[in-house]
Every structure is written in C-alpha cells, then in structure tokens.
C-alpha cells in the first residue's frame, strides 16, 4: 500500500515537472538571448531619458526589431563617443542613435539596411540674419563631437575653424544657443524641429538648406563582420514591411511613413 503511494506521489511529481518545463518552452522567454545595445539617450524624439528610463523612436524600433529576430535587449546609456569604443571592442553587440550610415564610419562597422531618413537643419532663434548654411560664415555653430553636423559645418567652413563649437552631446550644444555662446546648432532635423515645437519658450525656429545638406539614413550599428547582421537586417525589413514599422512612427509622428525611400 505505502509503494502505490509513494509511485502515485512520484508520478504526479514529474507530470507537474513536464507541465511545467513545457510552460517555459512555449513562452519561450527565458531561453531568448539578450543583447547589450548602447545609445546616447540625448537625442529626442529618438533616445532621450524619462524617469531614468531611455525612451524614443529607436527604443520603440529596436525592441520591435529584436522581438522579431527572437531576442531581449536591454539599452544602455552610455553616451556617443562611448557607442564607437562600445562596439569596436564588441563589449556592446549593437547600437542605436540615429546614426547616419557614412563611407568613413562603414569602414570600421557594419550597418544594417537604412531604417530613417534624415538631414542635417540649423537652430537659430527667431528673426536671426541666419536664413541658410552660407550665412553660417562667421557666426558661433554649436554641433555634437563627431556627428555628421559637425561634418559638414567643417567642410563649409574648415576643419580647426573656431567658430565651430563642439559639445559632447546634443542638449549641450542647444543650451549654448540658449545662454547666447553661440549663434546657431546644427543637428539632424527631426531633433530640431522636435526640439523648436516642445520648447515654445525659447523661441527659436529651424532653417533647412536643401543644396548645404543632403540625405542621410539610419542604420543599426554593428562590429564589422557581426553574425548579428543578417538577422538584423531581415528582421529590420520585416518589421518595416509588416506595418509594425509605421505604427511606431505614426506614434511618434503623427503620420505616415514614407517607406519606399528606405527601400530604394
Ligand atoms: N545622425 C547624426 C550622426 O550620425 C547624429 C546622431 C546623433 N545621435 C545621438 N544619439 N546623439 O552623426
């Protein structure tokens, strides 16, 4: 009588065992693998900080970008210089922050397939002579350290020009406008004109120059050579093909994306 017992015990033990090891594989959740992905949340709409938390347009992306390669992230802030070492040393496997694919960077990364459309914009504030790339000829330019902003406030103006103030982060170089150390910023368009329409107060206003700046993508940045790129890629172009892509960017925008650029 007690061996029935003790057999029936045994059995209900391992069956609540199976049950649950099948719980976890259907889920499965705890199996995924995460990746460190490392941005400079400094940059709204696309990575900035709320309550401690990094949040934006590329947070929302990667995360849909990740579900769809069957992976968890976790995004860390660790500024922008820090995101090239990050990635170089492959201490992070991948990075987000509206990094525009550049010949010179791919030389030492890999990029996935574009994901936005972008171009570089000045601040100014209101009413200033400042009305094109050209009138930025001896005036005071705020840029971020190693963006395509300062890129090409350089090649207008040259590279050791002192005119040309360099900060370690977006939001630096804005409240140098701000306190009157310099006459205008130039970073990528969506944070300007995101910036121009949250902050009434300050009063400044955006010029774009169509013929000073061009056309910039996006990219997931990688190591060169990563085995992380194809599935990115793929889950990148599914992710903009199935709907998930606008949804995110209707979210954040208030409109439609115009994803036959990304394509072509
Ligand atoms: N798109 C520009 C570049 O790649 C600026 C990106 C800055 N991003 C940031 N999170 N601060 O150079």
Not at 146 to 170: A, M
Request: glycine residues 6%.
């Amino acid at each position: 009588m007690k061996k029935i017992k003790l057999v029936s015990t045994l059995m209900v033990v391992g069956l609540l065992l199976l049950l649950s090891a099948c719980g976890t594989s259907k889920t499965g959740s705890s199996e995924k693998k995460t990746l460190r992905v490392v941005t400079d949340a400094a940059y709204a709409p696309f990575e900035y900080q709320e309550k401690g938390k990094v949040v934006g347009f590329d947070v929302d992306f990667v995360n849909a970008v990740a579900k769809e390669a069957g992976y968890n992230v976790n995004i860390e802030h660790v500024g922008w210089d820090p995101i090239f070492v990050e990635i170089e040393k492959k201490t992070a496997d991948f990075a987000v922050s509206a990094i525009t694919i550049t010949p010179e960077r791919q030389q030492s990364y890999d990029f996935t397939v574009p994901y936005f459309l972008s171009k570089n914009e000045i601040l100014v504030p209101k009413g200033s002579s400042i009305k094109s790339a050209k009138d930025l000829e001896g005036k005071k330019v705020a840029v971020q350290n190693g963006t395509t902003g300062q890129e090409v406030v350089e090649k207008l103006f040259g590279k050791n020009n002192p005119n040309i103030k360099k900060f370690k982060n977006n939001n630096l170089a804005i409240l140098e406008l701000k306190n009157g150390g310099a006459d205008a910023v130039v970073a990528d368009n969506t944070v300007i004109e995101t910036y121009v329409k949250n902050n009434p107060k300050d009063n400044f206003e955006f010029i774009e120059d169509d013929t000073a700046f061009s056309k910039e993508f996006y990219g997931l940045l990688l190591p060169k050579d990563s085995k992380l790129k194809p599935e990115l890629d793929k889950a990148v172009k599914t992710v903009i093909e199935n709907g998930t892509y606008a949804k995110i960017y209707k979210k954040w925008f208030g409109v439609e994306p115009d994803t036959q650029t990304l394509k072509d």
